[in-house]
């Protein structure tokens, strides 16, 4: 099972980019899907989360600015990200659970079986 993430890169303030995340080994239509992000010092953080193609949760530092989709026929999460700041420069890493989370759950990191290996994105001031 792996967990393929890209489209990190350097962005100005304000800006957009739309992090994927490929999933390949296994079938992920069921899976809850992740995204979350470790700046440099810190603890890695959630971001968002998507439980089924309506449930979906995100961090209130980025509600309203970000959103989490899936594409279940390519096996793929997407993270969109909108106005972006330089507080959101971090390494971005997917990751995936095969247990029926709840929603006190999508936010911890314990509850995810897989990650991938993250993707750097850097906003400038």
């Known amino acids: 099972v792996q967990l393929q993430a890209s489209g990190g890169g350097l962005v100005q303030a304000g800006g957009s980019l739309r992090l994927s995340c490929a999933a390949s080994?296994?079938?992920?239509?069921?899976?809850?899907m992740g995204w979350f992000r470790q700046a440099p010092g810190k603890e890695r953080e959630f971001v968002a989360a998507?439980?089924?193609?309506?449930?979906?949760r995100h961090a209130d530092s980025v509600k309203g600015r970000f959103a989490i989709s899936r594409d279940n026929a390519k096996n793929t999460v997407y993270l969109q990200m909108n106005s972006l700041k330089p507080d959101d420069t971090a390494v971005y890493y997917c990751?995936?659970?095969?247990?029926?989370?709840?929603?006190?759950?999508?936010?911890?990191?314990?509850?995810?079986?897989?990650w991938g290996q993250g993707t750097l994105v850097t906003v400038s001031s």
């Open positions: 990751a995936a659970s095969t247990s029926r989370l709840i929603w006190s759950q999508l936010d911890s990191r314990g509850a995810y079986d897989f």
């Open positions: 080994g296994r079938t992920f239509t069921g899976a809850v």
């Open positions: 998507m439980r089924s193609t309506t449930t979906t």
